[in-house]
């Protein structure tokens, strides 16, 4: 589903992002991305949604080169792919309903699916309740738990999480792996970057590690080695 | 699904208007200044042109007859001279009139006037007072008069003289410095409205650069540029909009207030009189220039972030 072929990302001499990474994501896997901070783990996702060019290589997405695409085939790319982030990336000036709708609105759907679904995947994530919150009126895990509601309300074929417990607290943290478990049960392909071992350790999924640049394991079970 | 697009970048773009409310004063405010330069330059443009009106008329040329010329001789140069195309109107004075003018203007001068009944006959010859278009335009009408005079009833000239002569250096002058006030005037006019353009689209740009994530995050869902622009255009149009009407009522007390020394010292332009006559015009300037101005810098200040 997804293929990375001999990809670098080399912003300077001194800055090597990425250096010849090669790796297969098939459909319906679940795979974490592991590394110390400044090891690739974001560059890699820039990669994939064509936020970044790779200095060398090709990465594919359905046998399509992602930076081969037009403006338009770009956007419906990105309407297959829900993005979680660390910082939640949320529409500051959008209720929690109206940031999942913004979605929704993006791929083209009509108005009686937006409110059909939204609520429906608002109480997926169990927050019914705050459908007509500001982000500014949601703790951590909620923001997160509505960013994920954004991500998978169009039924992408990936889910791309970015360090989306990275300023969460324990609890929070154990409910948005839950719910990507969940996600990826259905038959969502998850891509997950952390360096949380918890959270590795509870997933015991395939777990790439990446160091410097380059993947240096890459183990079909859970393992989190650094 | 256009309109159903078309709807929701409307809503979008309110939405989003009032939900920021406090950078949408801001833009208002910015651009109420802006166009509040503009509505004066018009203004300043009318009074301007009026007083220009105003030096324009009191410039003529007067074309003195000999005091033997036929009334038809001279009402026929007048019609020729009606004929030319930067005349503006030619008034003739007979030489009744024109003695009739004389004591008037001397009537406390008894030694001038006693010399004048002595002389027992009208010694002074008909006129005609040419007013020209443009003040530029007298040279080639007192070339026109020279040439003219050899048409004359019996050969001889019946122009006695056309002062255009005496008086060239004070018309050329004067044609100098309206030419000069209005180079000057159109040159501060572009200044000015470059200067509100680029305070416009800057302030814009920063109200855009706050919004720089939220871009980006729409870019990441899969938003067309175009469904990620518009609702920033909309809202740019209102920022337009409501500053100009804001300056149009603005614009109503301050000219009523200025009328009276608009009047005593612009010779009886009323600025009130003229806003309240020329509101349509007035209306389409500011409140088009308004919301093309937020439109457009909208539209370009959100381009830099679509580049992903």
Redesign the interface.
């Known amino acids: 589903m997804i293929h990375f072929d001999k990809v670098s990302k080399i912003y300077s001499e001194d800055s090597v992002a990425l250096k010849e990474i090669s790796f297969s994501v098939a459909p319906k896997e679940f795979v974490s991305i592991v590394g110390h901070s400044g090891a690739g783990k974001t560059t890699l996702i820039k990669m994939l ?3 970044e060019r790779p200095t060398d290589g090709f990465v594919f997405f359905e046998s399509v080169n992602v930076h081969k695409l037009k ?2 085939e770009m ?5 297959r792919i829900g ?1 979680v982030f660390q910082d939640f ?5 959008k209720t929690a309903y109206e940031n999942i709708a ?2 929704m ?4 759907r ?2 009686e699916e937006i409110s059909a679904d939204v609520p429906h995947v608002l109480e997926l994530v169990d927050l019914g309740n705050k459908m007509w919150s500001f982000p500014h009126e949601l703790s951590g895990g909620e923001k997160q738990r509505v960013a994920i509601a ?1 991500a998978i309300v169009n039924q992408p074929d990936v889910v791309i999480a970015d360090e989306p417990t990275g300023n969460l607290d324990p609890l929070n943290t154990r409910d948005v792996v839950q719910i990507l478990k969940k996600i990826n049960d259905l038959g969502t392909t998850v891509i997950l970057t952390t360096h949380n071992k918890g959270v590795i350790d509870s997933l015991g999924k395939r777990v790439i590690t990446l160091d410097h640049g380059k993947i240096v394991r890459d183990d079909k079970e859970g393992k989190y080695v650094l | ?1 256009f309109w ?2 078309f709807k ?1 970048v409307i809503r979008s773009g309110f ?2 208007f009032w ?2 409310s406090f950078v949408s004063l801001s833009s208002v405010l910015v651009m109420l200044v802006t166009l509040f330069v503009i509505g004066s330059i018009l203004f300043t443009d009318v009074v301007l042109n009026y007083t220009l009106d105003q030096v324009k008329d009191k410039v003529d040329v007067n074309v003195y007859f000999i005091t033997g010329a036929n009334e038809s001789d001279i009402l026929s140069v007048k019609k020729s001279i009606e004929g030319l195309p930067e005349v503006k109107n030619v008034d003739y004075i007979s030489s009744d009139e024109s003695l009739k003018e004389f004591r008037d203007k001397h009537q406390n001068d008894q030694l001038t006037l006693q010399a004048l009944d002595e002389l027992g006959t009208n010694p002074l010859g008909a006129v005609l007072n040419v007013k020209a278009k443009d003040p530029t335009q007298y040279e080639g009408i007192a070339k026109f008069l020279e040439n003219k005079s050899l048409l004359s009833d019996n050969g001889a000239s019946i122009i006695d003289r056309v002062n255009y002569y005496q008086n060239k250096v004070a018309i050329d002058r004067l044609s100098e410095i309206i030419d000069s006030s209005q180079t000057l005037g159109l040159l501060i006019t572009i200044i000015l409205i470059i200067i509100s353009i680029i305070i416009t689209f800057n302030t814009i740009r920063l109200v855009i650069f706050v919004s720089r ?2 871009i ?10 175009l ?1 990620i622009r518009s609702p920033f255009v909309v809202s740019g149009v209102m920022y337009g909009l409501i500053s100009a009407i804001i300056c149009l009522i603005i614009f109503y007390p301050l000219t009523y207030w200025l009328r009276d020394i608009s009047v005593s010292f612009f010779g009886g332009l009323d600025l009130f009189n003229y806003y309240v006559g020329h509101l349509g015009q007035f209306f389409m300037i500011i409140v088009g220039s308004g919301a093309i101005l937020g439109g457009i810098s909208s539209y370009l200040a959100v381009r830099r972030y679509l580049k ?1």
């Open positions: 949604l064509a936020e403006k338009g956007n419906n790319l990105r309407r993005t990336r949320l529409l500051p000036n913004f979605a609105e993006a791929a083209g009509t108005d954004r | 699904m159903v697009n929701r939405v989003s939900r920021n994530e939220e980006s995050v729409m870019r990441l869902v899969g938003a067309s540029n469904y992903i």
